[in-house]
């Protein structure tokens, strides 16, 4: 048996059995609900990326759709033409709402205005009133979002889509107007929109916090008009979402409501229980998951290999985790970029700087071009052992190589150089790094 995920011929046919290391090994790694986060500084980096870049992904995407829904013979500027305008319109129509208040008739001077009302138009108002959001103007930006949302809704020729709806539930649930993002899901319900993935993603991302995630899914469960595509049944969608928001106790929920239902779990179900199992520490009903994809007829793909590469990786077994890179490449798998930089994060918290450089230095061997969060994740490693010096080369190379530092970069190399006492050096980094309009996580004491 494979028993930190390592599979022997018994579970996945053709799969050689050529490492087995003891379930004793997997419970020093995690203990009970004392869970350490396995992906942590990985996920750490992605995760802020998309949660910075996540709004503007719509208003983007559906630009980009427009423009080709413009037809082969729209040239570039006819096209850049078309969009700039909307976006002054969208400027115009933000300086009347902020004028709104007693005696003062936003709609009827908007109605004035003689706008052309379009979905991309919709989306850059309310995307324009979101990015303004703080603790002080929260309910005002509420109400005059929901003000145009209302009035664009009437005018002829438009009709709001379910991505329009998202943005203002985005808009309620910022401003913490939770019984108005409520209302507006029962609406877009009633209208005959469907409910998809994002729209179970804002409601649980809004009500996770106050204790009702369990009463969003189960209404999404029994939900029919829960338009789950591309996944295969409404589960999996929610389990997908779920182990983006870290709900891992809610994931083990749902995967219990989904077998009770009769659906069968795939490839995609079992990574998603198996991350949740590694994640709460239950590494017994890890490998159970396990030996059960195998029984099943499943073999690993991208992602299975991938956390099971950060589990040895975090349990300081390189010789294992070697095989089992070569073992992918025999089974048609090719090791990438993310594969090499899990497991270097892995052996990077099991203290093993040695191994870190040599899957670094086999990962480019290999072909593959480190990226930005795999130089961050080597010089994490080095400031975290006190390795300085270390971490300085490798910030060296990754500027020679042309991979532009991001904000953890800096914010390793800075902590680097404090825990070094080079306060000078940590200053003019420090100056740099504003310079390059990059927001701080943290601010490191110089003094």
């Not at 991302?205 to 008009?225: N, P």
Request: charged share 25%; net charge neutral; glycine share 8%.
């Amino acid at each position: 048996m494979y028993a930190v995920g390592l599979f022997g011929p018994r579970i996945f046919k053709g799969f050689s059995c050529f490492c087995v290391v003891s379930r004793t090994f997997c419970s020093r790694i995690l203990n009970g609900d004392n869970v350490e986060n396995g992906f942590g500084r990985i996920e750490d980096f992605l995760n802020e990326s998309w949660k910075s870049s996540q709004i503007d992904y719509d208003v983007e995407e559906k630009t980009s759709n427009l423009y080709d829904s413009l037809g082969s013979e729209g040239n570039f500027a006819a096209r850049k033409s078309f969009v700039d305008g909307v976006k002054s319109d969208a400027e115009r129509i933000l300086e009347i709402l902020h004028q709104d208040g007693p005696g003062f008739d936003a709609k009827q001077v908007l109605s004035d205005l003689d706008v052309r009302v379009s979905g991309l138009l919709v989306r850059e108002v309310l995307f324009g009133i979101l990015k303004t959001i703080n603790c002080v103007n929260k309910n005002r930006c509420a109400k005059l979002g929901y003000k145009f949302f209302v009035w664009s809704g009437e005018q002829e020729d438009y009709r709001h889509t379910a991505n329009t709806y998202h943005m203002m539930m985005r808009i309620f649930a910022d401003s913490e107007e939770f019984k108005a993002m409520w209302r507006l899901v029962d609406e877009m319900i009633e209208k005959g929109y469907p409910t998809t993935a994002r729209t179970f993603n804002i409601l649980i991302c809004t009500c996770g916090g106050a204790g009702l995630a369990r009463k969003v899914v189960e209404r999404f469960i029994k939900s029919k008009t829960f338009n789950y595509r591309p996944f295969k049944h409404s589960f999996n969608a929610i389990l997908h979402a779920l182990l983006t928001l870290s709900q891992y106790r809610l994931i083990e929920w749902v995967y219990q409501q989904m077998l009770v239902e009769g659906h069968s779990p795939d490839v995609l179900t079992y990574n998603i229980i198996m991350c949740a199992k590694f994640r709460l520490g239950k590494l017994d009903q890890f490998h159970g998951l396990l030996d059960e994809m195998g029984r099943s007829g499943f073999s690993p793909d991208f992602h299975t290999f991938n956390l099971l590469l950060h589990v040895l990786g975090k349990g300081d077994k390189p010789l294992a985790a070697l095989k089992l890179l070569n073992h992918m490449k025999e089974v048609g798998v090719d090791p990438s970029v993310l594969h090499f930089t899990t497991l270097i994060d892995g052996l990077s918290r099991a203290g093993n700087s040695e191994a870190c450089q040599y899957f670094f230095n086999e990962m480019i061997k290999h072909g593959c071009v480190p990226d930005v969060v795999c130089y961050t994740v080597m010089i994490t490693g080095y400031v975290v052992a006190g390795q300085f010096d270390k971490a300085q080369e490798m910030f060296t190379d990754m500027i020679h190589k042309g991979q532009l530092p991001n904000v953890f970069t800096y914010n390793s190399m800075i902590r680097g150089l404090c825990m070094d006492r080079k306060f000078e050096e940590a200053w003019l980094m420090l100056k740099k790094w504003n310079q390059k309009v990059v927001l701080p996580i943290f601010l490191c004491t110089l003094h």
